[in-house]
């Protein structure tokens, strides 16, 4: 049965950059990577319970009880100020889900739904939970022709892909360097897993995006492009890839000093990637 | 108050209205020298505190506020009054088209209804190739944004897939004009992917068309049909209607002790002077301004009989969350279950007395509720039943929110959906969203894509407060001109502007 249950940061019924057409996204907390350019590090650790957020809640919705942080989602005003406080990039406002919340949430925003999308943190760290969410899903017949998709960072094994892929429709798998020092550099691990990822969704049919961020000075150089075009060369076939730029805000002190990505340098980049015959490349529609 | 001597000068010498405004502010001055029609006092006292409204149309009703002629008329009998034979090519159709629209009144003086077109002009494109089509259709769209520049200048195409239509979608979005307003008419039975797909393409380059729920609409007209103008109003084809008239349901709602004096005594009497103050608008127009003698009815184009009364309402968000006050509850309209329902309960109060209440020279005999969409001077007064500017949830949310209001709304009802530019990569999710509203009870489906977007950028969630505390932190290593301009971009884009303006938004001279 599906009594698993995952630890999400968020639950969105609107997204419309989170795979094909409008999707019902589940953030999952976690994740095995420590990327300075995240967007999100609230979404990286998972909570030890110090109790640092409570006395920085001003609305009363965070307390200490049996040595666990409890959060209470009726009193808070949303300020974020717990996000600063915690030392562990933990988020003390995650919120424990059950598959049958989920799919709850999928029927009432079903006319609303192309599909539903696992994103993070890294959602396949909480690997039992999205196979059985989406096997529930497939196996639901009022949510019949909603397709599930998941957006990782590639770190997991080919076992591991090997339980989940049967159950997915397409991946978006975000590659943060070609290069391994520099991968290691700008995410704290090694990019082998990763690349290896992406070849066996592709050879799988289930690659629905590579994406790239291009920080200055860090990602944009012709090296790390042309690696990326020799990477989608080897793949075969029209892969989609998308381009995405760094930008501050969110991001974590460290990265903060980087500049941030010029739409001009990403016009830039497609084009490289559209010369050497990239066909179907993809770039941001906004720019902060 | 100026004497009507010095603002008629006014108006002649004012350097910023060109001779053709000038001329439009001057004629509704002089017909505003003449007596209104007659109301008895009731009326009269409410119609000046505004509790209801006449939308200033002005006092002596000389023709219908809007009129949809059958524009199928003149292309196949051609016109005795114009000295038109019946057009036999396309050039023709259109060049006939083209000097209908200049013989078509409305309350602004410009045609709101331009006709179905791809109906009207597919039976002129047998043996036309595309090329042709294309560049006869480019030519007539520049015609009409540049000698008929009003935003609420309406065309439709729909529900059938078809060549016409979809040169008109590829025209509209390659030249991005305001004129003509476009709307598709989608029934998902004959309508079919392709078209909803490429109007969503459409709507994520220049926010046109919008998309009506054909399904819904026909069901409430009859087969004569039904045609969609101005800025979202629904009304019977070959007719229009005389006159629109509005109840300001805050003004209402402040009227009132609580919930029950609200529904038992105060909003059934305001609804009651409205009818009045439209039924002797109407009255005028029928029976002493002449304006059914005209060619336009002796021709066919129009029938005196299909002309309705648009039941208008607005500023039910400001109407819910004065009755919340009153009630001591603290939901606010468009994010409350028990807000929301009682906005619900109001529409459904609305519509009964709106089908309950006789009208004389009305189409079927009763006025056709309508939710709208407000004037440029309206203060602290939201559209028709929209959630507040600024505050909108996102669009799913909203939709489902104001779905239920939807079906009591015959005479149109419209929200503007708010979608970030980030949709240009992924318009799949428009066609998802109004397939959803329209599995949901929406009448038509409008959406805004805002060239900015603070929420989310790309895969990643961006959260509002990380924007703010890093544009503070921006700020306060900067200037402070800097600072001024990035609130104001803040500002700008938190408080979202009118889409669109146009003559009708602006009823008179210094209004």
């Known amino acids: ?288 | 108050m100026q004497d009507p001597l010095s603002k008629l000068r006014s108006i002649v010498n004012d350097a910023t209205l060109s001779a053709a405004q000038k001329a439009r502010y001057l004629a509704l001055e002089a017909e505003n020298l003449l007596p209104y029609p007659p109301l008895d006092a009731k009326t009269q006292q409410a119609l000046e505190e505004r509790v209801i409204c006449d939308m200033y149309e002005g006092h002596a009703p000389y023709r219908p506020r809007y009129v949809l002629p059958d524009y199928s008329v003149v292309l196949r009998e051609g016109s005795d009054y114009l000295e038109l034979p019946p057009p036999v090519s396309l050039d023709e159709a259109i060049n006939t088209l083209m000097i209908a629209y200049h013989h078509v009144p409305s309350i602004t003086g410009m045609p709101v209804y331009i006709g179905q077109l791809d109906e009207l002009l597919l039976p002129f494109c047998e043996g036309v190739d595309d090329d042709t089509l294309y560049e006869t259709i480019r030519l007539f769209w520049r015609y009409l944004d540049r000698t008929l520049p009003d935003a609420f200048m309406h065309a439709n195409i729909g529900p059938t897939d078809n060549r016409v239509a979809r040169t008109i979608l590829r025209v509209d979005a390659e030249l991005r004009q305001i004129a003509p307003n476009l709307t598709l008419l989608y029934d998902p039975e004959t309508s079919g992917d392709g078209i909803l797909a490429m109007a969503a393409r459409n709507i994520a380059a220049c926010c046109k068309p919008h998309i009506a729920n054909h399904a819904v609409h026909a069901d409430a007209f009859d087969e004569r049909g039904y045609g969609i103008v101005s800025c979202y109003n629904v009304l019977p084809l070959a007719g229009g209607a005389a006159t629109l008239t509005r109840v300001n349901l805050k003004e209402v709602a402040r009227r009132a002790s609580g919930e029950a004096d609200f529904f038992d005594d105060v909003l059934p009497r305001y609804l009651e002077l409205n009818f009045r103050l439209t039924q002797s608008r109407i009255d005028y127009l029928h029976d002493e301004s002449g304006f059914f003698d005209g060619f336009l009815v002796q021709e066919g184009w129009i029938d005196r009989e299909r002309f309705t009364a648009m039941f208008g309402v607005f500023a039910m968000a400001e109407a819910v969350n004065t009755l919340q006050d009153k009630e001591g509850r603290e939901g606010r309209y468009g994010f409350d279950e028990a807000a929301n329902a009682l906005g619900h309960r109001i529409s459904a109060v609305l519509s009964e007395a709106v089908r309950k209440r006789p009208m004389d020279k009305v189409w079927r005999g009763r006025a056709l509720l309508h939710s709208q969409a407000g004037l440029s001077d309206d203060k602290a007064a939201t559209p028709g039943v929209r959630i507040p500017y600024g505050t909108e949830p996102d669009p799913v949310t909203h939709v489902r929110a104001l779905a239920p209001h939807h079906r009591y709304y015959d005479a149109g009802i419209s929200e503007i959906l708010t979608v970030d530019e980030s949709i240009t990569n992924n318009p799949e999710a428009l066609v998802q969203l109004c397939e959803g509203a329209f599995a949901s009870g929406f009448r038509e489906f409008t959406v805004n894509v805002a060239n900015n977007d603070l929420v989310r950028v790309t895969g990643y969630m961006v959260r509002l407060s990380d924007i703010r505390k890093f544009r503070e932190q921006q700020g306060s290593r900067t200037n402070t001109t800097v600072l001024g301009a990035e609130a104001a971009e803040l500002t700008g884009i938190l408080d979202r502007k009118p889409r669109v303006v146009g003559n009708e938004l602006r009823p008179g001279y210094g209004q």
């Open chain 1, 1 to 288: 049965m599906n009594s698993v249950r995952a630890t999400v940061s968020k639950v969105l019924t609107y997204s419309i950059v989170d795979g094909p057409g409008n999707r019902l996204v589940v953030f999952l907390q976690g994740c095995n990577f420590d990327c300075a350019a995240c967007h999100n590090p609230h979404t990286i650790g998972e909570c030890n319970h110090c109790g640092d957020c409570v006395p920085a809640c001003h609305a009363d919705a965070l307390s200490l009880v049996d040595g666990k942080v409890v959060f209470d989602p009726s009193n808070c005003d949303h300020c974020d100020d717990c996000l600063e406080a915690c030392p562990i990039d933990a988020n003390p406002m995650v919120r424990e889900y059950g598959v049958e919340e989920i799919l709850a949430l999928a029927r009432e925003h079903r006319p609303f739904l192309s599909g539903i999308t696992v994103s993070g943190g890294e959602p396949t760290r909480q690997l039992k939970f999205v196979v059985a969410l989406f096997e529930a899903i497939k196996a639901d017949e009022t949510l019949a022709g909603l397709d599930c998709f998941i957006d990782s960072n590639g770190s997991l094994g080919a076992s591991g892909w090997e339980v989940l892929l049967p159950v997915t429709d397409g991946v978006m798998l975000d590659i943060k360097s070609f290069d391994s020092a520099l991968h290691r550099d700008l995410t704290g691990k090694d990019n082998a897993k990763s690349l290896r990822a992406a070849r066996l969704l592709h050879d799988a049919g289930k690659l629905h995006e590579l994406r790239f961020l291009l920080v200055p000075g860090k990602t944009d150089g012709d090296a790390e492009l042309d690696a990326l075009i020799d990477f989608v060369r080897t793949l075969g076939g029209d892969v989609r890839v998308k381009l995405n730029a760094f930008q501050q805000h969110g991001v974590r002190a460290v990265a903060r000093e980087w500049a941030p990505m010029p739409k001009t340098g990403v016009d830039r980049a497609a084009e490289r990637l559209r010369a050497a015959g990239i066909r179907n490349v993809v770039t941001p529609a906004v720019y902060v």
